[in-house]
């Protein structure tokens, strides 16, 4: 890099970034789940689809691999690769769709039913502790987040 160059951005300093300090933001609550979720064996993208799954699994008579990664926003392929290591786990099963051929229904397994309940609360408790500190502005982040959610298309 020659002396006289430029860094092309409109910000003086890193804190004035938006999307810097939401990953920042991001980077550090995600850690305090990784490693939560490291201690009971899984992994955060696993647990994702486990608690979609148990939580679909009241409402949904049949759920796929589409209906996941729409769900959860995770590609297909990558919630196909996260299904073979759940499986391999013993927490889903994996079925010929009733209503797709092409497709396969998941269901969990006792034990992943289990493996969801022993999770989700651990990282419900992160969530309440890494944003208490928000207090009375918690509604409205949650508002504004579901607002950029919804102004992609989500």
Same mark, same amino acid.
């Given at each position: 890099m020659a002396k006289g160059d430029k860094f092309l951005t409109q910000f003086q300093n890193d804190?004035? @970034?938006?999307? =810097?300090? =939401?990953? &920042?933001?991001? %980077? @550090?609550w995600h850690t305090n789940i990784k490693s939560c979720l490291k &201690?009971?064996?899984? $992994?955060?993208p696993q647990f994702i689809v486990l608690a979609t799954l148990a939580y679909l699994s009241q409402y949904?008579?049949?759920i796929t691999q589409v209906t996941l990664s729409n769900r959860t926003n995770i590609d297909v392929m990558t919630i196909s690769q996260i299904l073979e290591n759940l499986e391999k786990k013993d927490?889903? !099963?994996?079925?010929? %769709?009733? &209503? *797709? %051929?092409?497709? &396969? %229904?998941?269901?969990? $397994?006792q034990k992943g039913f289990d493996k969801?309940? !022993?999770?989700?609360?651990?990282?419900e408790q992160i *969530?309440? !502790? =890494? =944003?208490?500190?928000?207090? *009375? *502005?918690?509604?409205l982040f949650m @508002?504004?987040?579901?607002?950029?959610?919804? @102004?992609q298309g989500e």
């Open positions: 804190s004035q @970034s938006i999307g =810097f300090i =939401f990953m &920042k933001t991001y %980077s @550090s &201690k009971q064996s899984i $992994t955060h949904n008579d049949e927490y889903i !099963e994996r079925h010929c %769709s009733n &209503k *797709d %051929s092409r497709a &396969k %229904s998941i269901q969990l $397994t969801a309940n !022993e999770t989700v609360p651990l990282v *969530d309440k !502790e =890494f =944003f208490s500190t928000l207090k *009375d *502005d918690k509604k @508002s504004m987040l579901l607002t950029l959610l919804e @102004s």
